[in-house]
């Protein structure tokens, strides 16, 4: 039972990590603006709503989100960072990237 247990929680832990497969939708640049504003909320839920918002908006996101990765408010920079790579990992931005010695 327990076995059983412990591999239903591995299931559910996988689906809700694995990456959405929903549709890329064209978001107006001003939506796409309202999302990034919701990445600095205080509230990890209306945080995660953004998340969401950007990832259906794709390519359109990664413009913003490397601008706002830029940000002196350091929430909105991390996530903004972590979906950039999210997004666009064979193209990481160079601004991110740490010189070499």
């Known amino acids: ?9 591995a299931a559910m832990g996988f689906l809700a990590l694995r990456p959405s497969s929903a549709p ?6 001003a939506q796409v603006q309202k999302l990034l504003r919701k990445l600095g909320d205080s509230d990890p839920d209306v945080r995660r709503e953004g998340e969401a918002g950007l990832r259906q908006a794709g390519a359109a996101s990664i413009a913003p989100l490397r601008e ?11 996530r903004a960072a972590k979906l950039l790579l999210e997004l666009a990992p064979s193209a990481p931005d160079a601004s991110l990237a740490k010189p070499a010695d």
């Open 1 to 9: 039972m327990t076995v059983l247990a412990v591999a239903l929680i």
């Open 24 to 29: 890329v939708q064209e978001i107006p640049p």
């Open 68 to 78: 706002a990765s830029q940000s002196p408010n350091r929430l909105l920079a991390d």
